[in-house]
C-alpha cells in the first residue's frame, strides 16, 4: 500500500459554537437528569469512588478516508486509525491532567526491571560457580555458594513482587482514570440515550466500557514491561554467551571454518524462526479475537435483555423463541471460539516446541567444546542459561502474541465507542449539524418553543415549525394519533432529543421533571426507588411514607428500608405511582407526563392528577396521552397532526374558559391576522 492510500485524512471539525452547557444548565433542569423511556442516568454510589478521576479531553479532528482507497484499503486505515484514537485519550493518564502517581510508578517499574536483570546475572554467574565447584569436588566453595544462593534468592524475589505490585497499581489506577473518562463523556448531555438514535460501531458499550477497557488498560502495561525487560536480557546475555562459547571451528572439506560467537547467531536464528512461524500462523488472530469478542458481547446483552424483561416474556409465553435467540447467539460465539482454538493450537504448538528445543540446543552445541576440555561444566550451564534467556526475550513474541491480537480487539473496539461519542461531541458544538438551541425565555413565561424542529440525525423531519408559550401554573396536553411525534417533542424539550432546529427556553431558575411511562426503578431499597434521582437519604422516612400514601402504596410504608428487586416486584402500575411519588418529593416547577398514567384505572388515574394538582397547585403541568378523560385536569388542549415533512400543531384550544386572548401559539400555526387560540364551549 503507498503511503498517500494508506492513511486516513484529517480534515478540520467544525467550529464550535462558544462555550458548551450542560443540558441541566441550558434548561434550568432538575438536580439530575429526567428520566427517559424508563431510563436514567446510573447513580454513582458515594462509597465507590472512582480511585483516579479522568478528565475527558476534546474529541480529537474529525479523519474521512482517502477517496483514492479500495474498500480493503480504508478497512485497513481505520481499524489503524482505531489503534490512533485509543491512544490519543489512553495517554492522558501520564500528561498534565493525568494521574500525579503515574509517572513515579512508571519510574518505579522500569527501575526495578534494570535492578532485577543484574540479579539474574548474578544468578547466572552463581551457576556457573557452582557447577564448577562440583565438577571439581570443591566442598568449601558449594557450602560458600549454597549461603549466599538464599538472600540472592530472596532479594531477586522481593523485586518481582514489587514490580507485581506498582505493575498493577498503574494498571488499576490506568484504568480507573479511562474508564472514568469515558463514563463521564458517555453519560454528558444524554449521550447514553443519543447512542441508541445513531449508526455507528458502539453495540452493547457496557462490554466495552468493562472488560474490553479493562484489557486494552492492563496488556500494555504488561508489554512495555516484557518488551524493556526482553531488550535487557537479551542485551546482557548476548554478552555472556558471546564471551563464553567464543568461536566456533568446523572442519569441512579439508578446511576449518571459524563462526564467532556462534551461540549468539544460533539463538537470533532460532528466535527468527520461532517468531516468524507465529506471525505467519497467528495472522488472523486480531481479526478472529473481535468477532469472539463481540459474539460474546452480544450474548450478555442477550441474557441481560432477557433478565430486565422477564415478567413480559414470561405472561407472553415466550420462552421458547428467547431461547432460540439465545441459542443462535451462544451459537455463533461457540463458532467464534472454534476458529480461536485452532489458532491457538497452531501457537501452542510452536510455543511447545520451542520451550522443549530451547534447553537441550546449547548443551548440543557446546558438548563439542566441553569433551575437548576448551570449556568447563559450569560454563556449559551457563551457557545453556544464558541461551535460555536470550532465547526467551528473542521469542518474547511467540508467547504474547494471542494476548498482543486480543489487546488489539479490545482497543479498537473501545476506540469505536469513543469515536461515536466524538461525533455526538462535535454535533453539540456544530452549527452545520441542525441541533435545537436552549436557553431562556425573554418574557413571563416558564417555557417558550421557538420554530421549533425536530429531526432524526439524518434530518428526517419528525415535528416542524412548532410555535408555544407556556404560562407559569398552565396544564397543557399534548394530543395525537401515535406516531405523530408527541413523545418525540417532548424529549426535544427535555434536552434529551437533540437534531433539529429552533430553540427551546425555559424561564430562569425554574426546575424540570419528567415522569415516563415506564419509570426506572434503581436496585437497592425502597427508600431508594422513591427519592430517585436524589440521594436516598435527602428526605426522612416519615416524609417518604406520607409521599407513598399520598400515591396509593401506603401499604409498602412497613418496607421502605428493605432491599428487592423492586423493579420486577412491582406492578406497572405501582412502578407509575411510586413515580408520582417522587415528584411530590422532588417539588418541580415543570412536570412532564408522557404517557405517565397508562397503566392505571381511570379511577385511580383521577386520583393521581388530583392529588398533584392539590399537593403542587403552581407547579406547571405538560401531558402527553391518548386519554380524553385527562381534558379534566388540564386547562389547554395543542393537537400534533401527523404530515408528510413533519408533524404540525393544528389546534391550540383552551379547556377552561379564560378571560382575554394572549398570543400563546402565533403566526406559524394561525397565519397572519388570524385567530390565536379557540376556547373550548364550557
Known amino acids: 500500500m503507498s503511503g498517500a492510500k494508506s492513511k486516513l485524512k484529517s480534515v478540520d471539525g467544525a467550529k464550535p459554537r462558544g462555550a458548551g452547557k450542560s443540558r441541566q444548565e441550558k434548561a434550568s433542569a432538575v438536580e439530575a437528569a429526567p428520566e427517559v423511556d424508563g431510563q436514567a442516568a446510573p447513580e454513582v454510589d458515594a462509597q465507590a469512588v472512582p480511585e483516579v478521576d479522568g478528565k475527558a479531553a476534546p474529541p480529537p479532528d474529525v479523519v474521512e478516508p482517502d477517496p483514492e482507497l479500495t474498500p480493503e484499503e480504508a478497512e485497513q486505515a481505520r481499524k489503524r486509525y482505531l489503534l490512533r484514537r485509543f491512544w490519543i485519550s489512553a495517554r492522558g493518564y501520564w500528561g498534565r491532567g493525568g494521574d500525579r502517581l503515574a509517572w513515579p510508578f512508571t519510574i518505579g517499574v522500569l527501575l526495578l526491571i534494570c535492578i532485577n536483570i543484574g540479579f539474574q546475572y548474578g544468578i547466572n554467574v552463581w551457576n556457573r560457580s557452582m557447577f564448577d565447584a562440583l565438577e571439581q569436588r570443591n566442598a568449601r566453595s558449594v557450602y560458600f555458594l549454597s549461603a549466599i544462593f538464599v538472600p540472592l534468592v530472596i532479594c531477586s524475589g522481593s523485586l518481582v513482587v514489587a514490580q507485581v505490585y506498582l505493575r498493577m497499581t498503574i494498571q488499576r489506577r490506568w484504568r480507573s482514570w479511562l474508564t472514568t473518562a469515558v463514563i463521564a463523556r458517555w453519560l454528558a448531555n444524554g449521550r447514553y440515550y443519543q447512542l441508541n438514535l445513531v449508526g455507528g460501531d458502539h453495540q452493547n458499550p457496557e462490554a466495552r466500557m468493562t472488560e474490553d477497557l479493562r484489557i486494552a488498560t492492563e496488556s500494555p502495561v504488561d508489554f512495555i514491561a516484557g518488551v524493556l525487560n526482553a531488550f535487557l536480557s537479551a542485551s546482557t546475555f548476548i554478552v555472556v554467551l558471546w564471551t563464553i562459547g567464543g568461536a566456533l571451528t568446523l572442519p569441512i572439506g579439508g578446511e576449518s571454518i571459524t563462526i564467532p560467537g556462534f551461540l549468539v547467531i544460533t539463538a537470533m536464528i532460532y528466535a527468527a524462526i520461532t517468531s516468524t512461524s507465529m506471525v505467519v500462523i497467528g495472522r488472523n488472530f486480531v481479526q478472529l479475537s473481535e468477532r469472539k469478542n463481540q459474539a460474546e458481547a452480544e450474548l450478555r446483552y442477550t441474557l441481560t435483555r432477557v433478565r430486565e424483561n422477564g415478567e413480559s416474556i414470561a405472561l407472553l409465553g415466550g420462552e421458547e423463541e428467547e431461547r432460540s435467540g439465545i441459542d443462535r447467539n451462544f451459537g455463533h460465539v461457540l463458532r467464534q471460539w472454534a476458529l480461536l482454538t485452532g489458532q491457538h493450537m497452531r501457537t501452542a504448538a510452536v510455543s511447545q516446541g520451542s520451550s522443549l528445543f530451547a534447553p537441550v540446543v546449547p548443551i548440543l552445541l557446546c558438548a563439542p567444546k566441553f569433551l575437548e576440555g576448551s570449556m568447563t561444566l559450569g560454563e556449559v550451564m551457563q551457557a545453556a542459561s544464558a541461551f535460555g534467556i536470550v532465547q526467551g526475550a528473542f521469542g518474547w513474541l511467540v508467547d504474547n502474541y494471542p494476548r498482543l491480537a486480543d489487546w488489539n480487539a479490545c482497543a479498537r473496539r473501545i476506540a469505536s465507542l469513543m469515536m461515536s461519542l466524538d461525533g455526538l461531541e462535535r454535533a453539540e458544538q456544530s452549527d452545520a449539524l441542525g441541533r435545537i438551541q436552549h436557553g431562556e425565555t425573554n418574557d413571563g413565561a416558564i417555557l417558550s418553543l421557538d420554530n421549533l424542529s425536530v429531526t432524526l440525525d439524518d434530518g428526517t423531519a419528525v415535528v416542524k415549525e412548532t410555535e408555544v408559550a407556556i404560562e407559569p401554573g398552565e396544564r397543557v396536553l399534548v394530543a395525537g394519533e401515535s406516531g405523530s411525534g408527541k413523545s418525540t417533542l417532548v424529549r426535544a424539550v427535555a434536552g434529551l432529543w437533540p437534531w433539529g432546529g429552533g430553540s427551546v427556553n425555559f424561564h430562569a431558575g425554574r426546575r424540570l421533571f419528567m415522569l415516563p411511562q415506564r419509570p426506572y426503578i434503581p436496585s437497592g431499597t425502597l427508600r431508594r426507588a422513591v427519592a430517585y434521582p436524589a440521594a436516598a437519604d435527602k428526605w426522612t422516612i416519615k416524609q417518604i411514607k406520607a409521599a407513598l400514601d399520598k400515591v396509593g402504596l401506603g401499604y ?38 408522557d404517557e405517565a398514567t397508562s397503566a392505571l384505572d381511570e379511577k385511580s388515574q ?36 401527523r404530515r408528510e415533512g413533519g408533524a404540525k400543531l393544528v389546534s391550540d384550544i383552551d379547556l377552561v374558559p379564560r378571560k382575554g386572548g394572549r398570543n400563546l401559539l402565533g403566526r406559524a400555526l394561525w397565519g397572519s391576522g388570524a385567530p390565536n387560540r379557540k376556547a373550548a364551549r364550557p
Do not use: Y
Open 556 to 593: 409498602l410504608a412497613d418496607r421502605i428500608k428493605e432491599e428487592a428487586p423492586w423493579d420486577q416486584t412491582l406492578s406497572g402500575g405501582e412502578k407509575q405511582r411510586l413515580a408520582f411519588a417522587r415528584l411530590l418529593l422532588h417539588t418541580p416547577d415543570i412536570v412532564v407526563l
Open 606 to 641: 383521577d386520583k393521581m392528577m388530583e392529588t398533584v394538582i392539590h399537593e403542587l397547585p403552581d407547579v406547571t403541568i405538560i401531558s402527553v396521552a391518548h386519554r380524553a378523560e385527562l381534558e379534566a385536569f388540564h386547562s389547554r388542549k395543542v393537537t400534533l397532526e
